[in-house]
Protein backbone atom coordinates (compact mmCIF):
# COMPACT_ATOMS: atom_id res chain seq x y z
CA UNK A 1 0.00 0.00 0.00
CA UNK A 2 2.93 2.22 0.99
CA UNK A 3 4.87 1.70 -2.66
CA UNK A 4 1.21 2.35 -4.22
CA UNK A 5 1.25 5.91 -2.47
CA UNK A 6 4.38 6.70 -3.12
CA UNK A 7 4.21 5.79 -6.46
CA UNK A 8 1.45 7.93 -7.37
CA UNK A 9 2.92 10.58 -5.63
CA UNK A 10 5.63 10.52 -7.75
CA UNK A 11 3.56 10.79 -10.83
CA UNK A 12 2.11 14.23 -9.27
CA UNK A 13 5.10 15.69 -8.63
CA UNK A 14 6.02 14.98 -12.69
CA UNK A 15 2.87 16.00 -13.71
CA UNK A 16 3.55 19.59 -11.10
CA UNK A 17 7.08 20.21 -12.68
CA UNK A 18 6.03 19.95 -16.44
CA UNK A 19 3.24 22.06 -15.84
CA UNK A 20 5.44 24.54 -14.44
CA UNK A 21 8.02 24.09 -17.16
CA UNK A 22 5.18 24.61 -19.58
CA UNK A 23 4.37 28.20 -18.18
CA UNK A 24 7.89 29.78 -18.26
CA UNK A 25 8.63 28.94 -22.25
CA UNK A 26 7.39 31.10 -24.94
CA UNK A 27 5.19 29.76 -27.29
CA UNK A 28 6.09 29.80 -30.74
CA UNK A 29 4.96 32.64 -33.11
CA UNK A 30 1.90 32.00 -35.16
CA UNK A 31 3.23 31.27 -39.06
CA UNK A 32 0.70 34.64 -39.84
CA UNK A 33 1.97 36.58 -37.22
CA UNK A 34 3.29 39.48 -38.75
CA UNK A 35 6.12 39.32 -35.88
CA UNK A 36 7.58 36.48 -37.09
CA UNK A 37 7.82 37.44 -40.67
CA UNK A 38 11.72 37.44 -41.04
CA UNK A 39 12.92 41.28 -40.99
CA UNK A 40 9.68 42.57 -39.29
CA UNK A 41 10.79 45.15 -37.16
CA UNK A 42 10.59 44.39 -33.52
CA UNK A 43 9.59 47.55 -32.24
CA UNK A 44 8.69 51.12 -34.42
CA UNK A 45 11.50 53.31 -34.37
CA UNK A 46 9.72 57.12 -33.14
CA UNK A 47 11.11 60.24 -35.21
CA UNK A 48 9.71 63.81 -35.42
CA UNK A 49 9.59 65.45 -38.64
CA UNK A 50 8.95 69.39 -38.29
CA UNK A 51 6.06 69.80 -40.96
CA UNK A 52 4.54 72.28 -43.49
CA UNK A 53 0.82 71.55 -44.37
CA UNK A 54 0.74 71.40 -48.37
CA UNK A 55 0.11 69.42 -51.34
CA UNK A 56 3.28 70.05 -52.63
CA UNK A 57 4.59 67.45 -49.11
CA UNK A 58 1.66 65.18 -50.08
CA UNK A 59 4.06 62.22 -49.74
CA UNK A 60 5.10 62.53 -46.16
CA UNK A 61 1.41 62.34 -45.61
CA UNK A 62 0.61 59.60 -47.57
CA UNK A 63 3.74 57.57 -46.11
CA UNK A 64 1.96 58.33 -42.78
CA UNK A 65 -1.29 57.51 -43.47
CA UNK A 66 -0.80 54.56 -45.60
CA UNK A 67 1.01 52.67 -43.42
CA UNK A 68 4.31 53.12 -45.67
CA UNK A 69 6.20 54.33 -42.33
CA UNK A 70 5.08 51.63 -40.20
CA UNK A 71 6.03 49.22 -42.99
CA UNK A 72 9.33 50.25 -42.49
CA UNK A 73 9.84 50.46 -38.85
CA UNK A 74 9.23 54.28 -38.40
CA UNK A 75 6.17 56.04 -36.06
CA UNK A 76 6.53 59.39 -37.23
CA UNK A 77 5.16 62.46 -34.81
CA UNK A 78 4.80 65.66 -36.99
CA UNK A 79 5.69 68.99 -35.42
CA UNK A 80 5.41 72.86 -35.68
CA UNK A 81 6.32 74.92 -36.71
CA UNK A 82 7.61 74.18 -40.24
CA UNK A 83 10.39 75.75 -42.27
CA UNK A 84 13.13 77.80 -40.90
CA UNK A 85 11.41 77.76 -37.54
CA UNK A 86 11.26 74.38 -37.61
CA UNK A 87 14.90 73.69 -39.67
CA UNK A 88 16.49 75.74 -36.22
CA UNK A 89 14.07 72.97 -34.05
CA UNK A 90 15.39 70.13 -35.59
CA UNK A 91 19.17 71.85 -35.17
CA UNK A 92 18.21 71.80 -31.39
CA UNK A 93 17.23 68.55 -31.15
CA UNK A 94 14.01 69.22 -30.98
CA UNK A 95 13.07 66.89 -34.07
CA UNK A 96 14.93 64.44 -36.48
CA UNK A 97 14.03 65.85 -39.66
CA UNK A 98 12.73 68.96 -41.22
CA UNK A 99 10.47 69.69 -44.39
CA UNK A 100 12.28 72.93 -45.88
CA UNK A 101 12.95 74.55 -49.07
CA UNK A 102 16.57 74.66 -49.90
CA UNK A 103 17.69 78.65 -48.66
CA UNK A 104 17.22 78.52 -45.22
CA UNK A 105 19.40 75.32 -45.40
CA UNK A 106 22.12 76.53 -47.56
CA UNK A 107 22.40 80.03 -45.65
CA UNK A 108 22.83 77.76 -42.75
CA UNK A 109 25.55 75.64 -44.26
CA UNK A 110 27.71 78.70 -45.31
CA UNK A 111 27.39 79.75 -41.74
CA UNK A 112 29.06 76.56 -40.87
CA UNK A 113 25.39 74.43 -39.04
CA UNK A 114 25.78 71.90 -41.21
CA UNK A 115 22.68 69.51 -42.99
CA UNK A 116 22.31 67.08 -45.24
CA UNK A 117 19.30 66.91 -48.18
CA UNK A 118 18.54 62.98 -48.25
CA UNK A 119 15.38 63.77 -50.63
CA UNK A 120 13.44 66.13 -52.59
CA UNK A 121 9.63 65.97 -53.22
CA UNK A 122 9.28 67.83 -56.43
CA UNK A 123 12.17 68.12 -59.67
CA UNK A 124 11.26 71.64 -59.55
CA UNK A 125 8.91 74.48 -57.65
CA UNK A 126 5.33 75.70 -58.42
CA UNK A 127 5.75 79.43 -57.43
CA UNK A 128 4.23 82.63 -58.58
CA UNK A 129 3.31 86.01 -58.84
CA UNK A 130 -0.36 87.44 -58.77
CA UNK A 131 -1.16 91.18 -59.15
CA UNK A 132 -4.11 93.77 -58.69
CA UNK A 133 -5.68 93.84 -62.00
CA UNK A 134 -4.70 97.09 -62.98
CA UNK A 135 -1.05 95.19 -62.72
CA UNK A 136 0.14 94.00 -66.04
CA UNK A 137 3.95 93.97 -65.92
CA UNK A 138 6.87 93.26 -62.78
CA UNK A 139 7.99 96.81 -63.81
CA UNK A 140 4.50 98.80 -62.73
CA UNK A 141 5.83 97.37 -58.86
CA UNK A 142 7.68 100.06 -58.51
CA UNK A 143 7.03 101.68 -55.24
CA UNK A 144 4.16 99.10 -54.92
CA UNK A 145 3.54 97.08 -51.24
CA UNK A 146 3.48 93.25 -51.97
CA UNK A 147 3.97 90.15 -50.24
CA UNK A 148 6.79 87.73 -50.80
CA UNK A 149 6.66 85.64 -47.81
CA UNK A 150 9.42 85.54 -44.80
CA UNK A 151 12.84 87.15 -45.35
CA UNK A 152 15.16 84.37 -45.88
CA UNK A 153 12.40 81.65 -47.25
CA UNK A 154 13.03 80.35 -50.99
CA UNK A 155 9.32 82.58 -51.85
CA UNK A 156 11.44 85.51 -50.86
CA UNK A 157 14.16 84.24 -52.33
CA UNK A 158 12.14 83.86 -55.87
CA UNK A 159 10.24 86.80 -54.99
CA UNK A 160 13.31 88.83 -55.07
CA UNK A 161 14.80 87.28 -58.63
CA UNK A 162 11.30 88.23 -59.81
CA UNK A 163 11.63 91.92 -59.24
CA UNK A 164 15.57 91.93 -60.50
CA UNK A 165 14.30 90.49 -63.68
CA UNK A 166 11.78 93.29 -63.91
CA UNK A 167 14.22 96.15 -63.43
CA UNK A 168 12.82 96.77 -59.71
CA UNK A 169 15.60 96.38 -56.62
CA UNK A 170 13.57 94.79 -54.21
CA UNK A 171 15.55 96.35 -51.47
CA UNK A 172 14.46 100.16 -52.09
CA UNK A 173 12.07 99.82 -54.76
CA UNK A 174 8.83 97.95 -53.27
CA UNK A 175 7.99 97.64 -49.46
CA UNK A 176 7.19 93.86 -48.22
CA UNK A 177 4.88 93.50 -46.29
CA UNK A 178 4.54 90.37 -43.39
CA UNK A 179 1.50 88.45 -43.24
CA UNK A 180 0.19 84.83 -43.60
CA UNK A 181 -0.40 84.19 -47.46
CA UNK A 182 -4.31 83.79 -46.99
CA UNK A 183 -4.01 87.54 -45.23
CA UNK A 184 -1.79 88.80 -48.26
CA UNK A 185 -4.69 87.20 -50.79
CA UNK A 186 -7.15 89.24 -48.96
CA UNK A 187 -5.18 92.24 -48.77
CA UNK A 188 -4.77 91.99 -52.80
CA UNK A 189 -8.45 91.94 -53.15
CA UNK A 190 -9.12 94.66 -50.97
CA UNK A 191 -6.34 96.50 -52.91
CA UNK A 192 -3.90 97.34 -49.86
CA UNK A 193 -1.22 95.29 -51.85
CA UNK A 194 -0.41 95.79 -55.41
CA UNK A 195 1.07 92.22 -55.83
CA UNK A 196 1.73 88.88 -53.96
CA UNK A 197 3.75 85.71 -53.84
CA UNK A 198 1.65 82.30 -54.44
CA UNK A 199 1.91 78.89 -54.66
CA UNK A 200 0.81 77.86 -57.78
CA UNK A 201 -1.41 74.79 -56.14
CA UNK A 202 -3.30 77.45 -54.87
CA UNK A 203 -5.29 78.95 -57.77
CA UNK A 204 -8.16 76.55 -57.11
CA UNK A 205 -8.95 78.54 -53.86
CA UNK A 206 -8.72 81.79 -55.56
CA UNK A 207 -11.59 81.65 -58.22
CA UNK A 208 -13.01 84.21 -56.82
CA UNK A 209 -10.44 86.61 -56.87
CA UNK A 210 -9.41 88.93 -59.98
CA UNK A 211 -6.41 89.26 -60.53
CA UNK A 212 -3.16 89.41 -63.10
CA UNK A 213 -0.74 86.16 -63.09
CA UNK A 214 2.13 87.69 -63.99
CA UNK A 215 4.54 84.96 -63.03
CA UNK A 216 3.83 81.15 -63.15
CA UNK A 217 7.19 78.40 -62.95
CA UNK A 218 5.00 75.64 -64.12
CA UNK A 219 5.11 77.00 -67.56
CA UNK A 220 8.13 75.76 -69.16
CA UNK A 221 9.23 79.12 -70.22
CA UNK A 222 8.70 81.38 -66.87
CA UNK A 223 10.34 78.44 -65.14
CA UNK A 224 13.77 78.43 -67.46
CA UNK A 225 13.69 82.40 -67.19
CA UNK A 226 13.57 82.82 -63.18
CA UNK A 227 14.54 79.65 -61.94
CA UNK A 228 17.48 78.91 -64.90
CA UNK A 229 16.80 75.49 -64.99
CA UNK A 230 14.04 72.85 -66.03
CA UNK A 231 15.39 70.99 -62.73
CA UNK A 232 14.99 72.71 -59.75
CA UNK A 233 14.73 70.37 -56.63
CA UNK A 234 12.43 71.63 -54.37
CA UNK A 235 10.67 70.79 -51.05
CA UNK A 236 13.41 68.96 -49.33
CA UNK A 237 13.73 66.41 -46.55
CA UNK A 238 16.77 67.06 -44.33
CA UNK A 239 18.56 66.53 -41.10
CA UNK A 240 21.90 67.19 -39.57
CA UNK A 241 24.24 66.03 -40.91
CA UNK A 242 25.35 64.35 -37.40
CA UNK A 243 22.08 62.53 -37.15
CA UNK A 244 23.18 61.04 -41.13
CA UNK A 245 26.18 59.61 -39.83
CA UNK A 246 24.79 58.13 -36.92
CA UNK A 247 21.57 56.81 -37.96
CA UNK A 248 21.58 55.63 -41.43
CA UNK A 249 19.50 52.91 -40.88
CA UNK A 250 16.30 55.22 -39.90
CA UNK A 251 17.49 57.98 -42.82
CA UNK A 252 16.78 54.79 -45.14
CA UNK A 253 14.10 53.90 -43.83
CA UNK A 254 12.00 56.90 -44.27
CA UNK A 255 13.55 57.67 -48.12
CA UNK A 256 12.20 53.99 -48.63
CA UNK A 257 9.05 55.07 -47.47
CA UNK A 258 9.08 58.65 -49.00
CA UNK A 259 9.79 56.81 -52.56
CA UNK A 260 6.98 54.40 -51.90
CA UNK A 261 4.45 57.12 -51.18
CA UNK A 262 5.34 59.45 -54.53
CA UNK A 263 5.03 56.03 -56.58
CA UNK A 264 1.67 55.67 -54.59
CA UNK A 265 0.45 59.37 -55.91
CA UNK A 266 1.56 58.36 -59.39
CA UNK A 267 -0.83 55.19 -58.98
CA UNK A 268 -3.93 57.07 -57.78
CA UNK A 269 -6.24 59.22 -58.73
CA UNK A 270 -5.94 63.26 -57.52
CA UNK A 271 -8.78 62.30 -55.27
CA UNK A 272 -7.94 59.29 -54.12
CA UNK A 273 -4.39 61.34 -53.13
CA UNK A 274 -6.69 64.12 -51.70
CA UNK A 275 -9.06 61.63 -49.51
CA UNK A 276 -5.45 60.25 -48.26
CA UNK A 277 -4.22 63.06 -46.62
CA UNK A 278 -7.14 65.43 -45.84
CA UNK A 279 -7.20 64.46 -42.28
CA UNK A 280 -3.82 66.55 -42.65
CA UNK A 281 -4.77 69.92 -44.28
CA UNK A 282 -8.23 70.03 -42.86
CA UNK A 283 -8.55 73.81 -44.21
CA UNK A 284 -9.46 73.00 -47.66
CA UNK A 285 -12.37 71.34 -49.39
CA UNK A 286 -11.96 67.91 -50.69
CA UNK A 287 -12.84 68.59 -54.15
CA UNK A 288 -10.43 72.13 -53.80
CA UNK A 289 -7.68 69.83 -53.14
CA UNK A 290 -7.96 67.36 -55.30
CA UNK A 291 -7.70 70.20 -58.33
CA UNK A 292 -4.08 71.02 -56.10
CA UNK A 293 -3.33 67.76 -56.69
CA UNK A 294 -3.92 67.67 -60.19
CA UNK A 295 -1.65 71.11 -60.45
CA UNK A 296 1.06 69.51 -58.89
CA UNK A 297 1.06 66.45 -60.30
CA UNK A 298 3.64 66.47 -63.06
CA UNK A 299 6.23 67.95 -60.70
CA UNK A 300 6.03 65.50 -57.63
CA UNK A 301 9.23 63.56 -58.06
CA UNK A 302 9.24 59.66 -58.33
CA UNK A 303 12.57 58.86 -57.57
CA UNK A 304 13.15 61.96 -55.05
CA UNK A 305 16.60 62.36 -56.40
CA UNK A 306 18.62 65.68 -56.58
CA UNK A 307 20.81 66.14 -59.62
CA UNK A 308 23.73 67.97 -59.90
CA UNK A 309 22.55 70.19 -62.24
CA UNK A 310 19.13 70.86 -60.25
CA UNK A 311 21.07 71.26 -57.15
CA UNK A 312 23.46 73.79 -58.76
CA UNK A 313 20.87 75.62 -60.25
CA UNK A 314 19.18 76.78 -56.83
CA UNK A 315 23.21 77.57 -55.98
CA UNK A 316 23.05 79.94 -58.67
CA UNK A 317 19.92 82.08 -58.19
CA UNK A 318 20.77 82.36 -54.53
CA UNK A 319 24.13 83.45 -55.11
CA UNK A 320 23.14 85.85 -58.00
CA UNK A 321 20.37 87.27 -55.76
CA UNK A 322 23.25 87.52 -52.89
CA UNK A 323 21.46 85.24 -50.72
CA UNK A 324 24.64 83.02 -49.98
CA UNK A 325 28.07 84.15 -51.24
CA UNK A 326 30.05 80.61 -52.09
CA UNK A 327 28.71 78.08 -54.47
CA UNK A 328 28.53 75.29 -52.12
CA UNK A 329 29.85 72.45 -53.36
CA UNK A 330 26.86 69.50 -54.41
CA UNK A 331 28.31 66.41 -51.74
CA UNK A 332 28.45 69.25 -48.99
CA UNK A 333 24.84 69.54 -48.51
CA UNK A 334 23.41 66.47 -50.98
CA UNK A 335 23.44 63.09 -49.31
CA UNK A 336 21.71 60.84 -52.37
CA UNK A 337 23.23 57.57 -50.83
CA UNK A 338 20.06 56.51 -49.24
CA UNK A 339 18.13 57.87 -52.95
CA UNK A 340 20.38 55.21 -54.97
CA UNK A 341 19.98 52.39 -52.24
CA UNK A 342 16.14 52.05 -52.52
CA UNK A 343 14.88 48.64 -53.53
CA UNK A 344 18.66 47.25 -53.27
Known amino acids: ?71 YGLEVEFTLPGGPKGFQAMHAGECEFAMLSQEPLLIAQEQGIRSK ?26 GAVI ?27 VT ?62 CTTEEYAQKNPEVCQNLVNAIIEAQLWIKDHTDREVAQSIAKDLIALPLDILAEEIAIMRDVYSTDCFVSEAGQQAVIDMLVSSGVIKTNIPYADVVDMTFVNNYGK
Open 176 to 237: FMQMPMDAAVAGLDKGEIKAAFINISKLPELKDLEFNTLVNTTREADSLKYLGNDEFPAEMI
Open 117 to 142: ILATMLKSRVYGIIAHPDITEISQLK
Open 1 to 71: MRKQISVILLCMLLAVSLIAGCSNSRPAPAANDPASAPGAPKELTKIKISTIAGPSWASLFVANNEGLFAK
Open 147 to 173: FGSDPGSAPFTFTQTVLRDGGINPDKD
